[in-house]
């Protein structure tokens, strides 16, 4: 029946405010298979489950953008 369904539980005190649509968080977005296809290369590194991978790219306003 676990292949059919994806069941969370959640208070009702978390579901009285949409956090989502406010104003202070991003956008978050599913990738295509696609688009995740293309991000994997970072999985060539080898981390393991659990482990945090520090990326560090360049920034044309900060000289440099870390994300986690």
Not at 18 to 44: F, R
């Amino acid at each position: 029946m676990s292949s059919h369904y994806h069941l969370e539980v959640f208070q009702e005190a978390e579901l009285l405010v949409n956090i989502s649509q406010h104003v202070l968080v991003p956008v978050h977005q599913t990738l295509s298979p696609e688009e995740k296809k293309t991000l994997l290369p970072g999985a060539y590194y080898g981390p393991k489950r659990g482990q945090v991978v520090k990326i560090i790219r360049p920034s044309e306003t900060a000289g440099r953008y870390v994300s986690f």
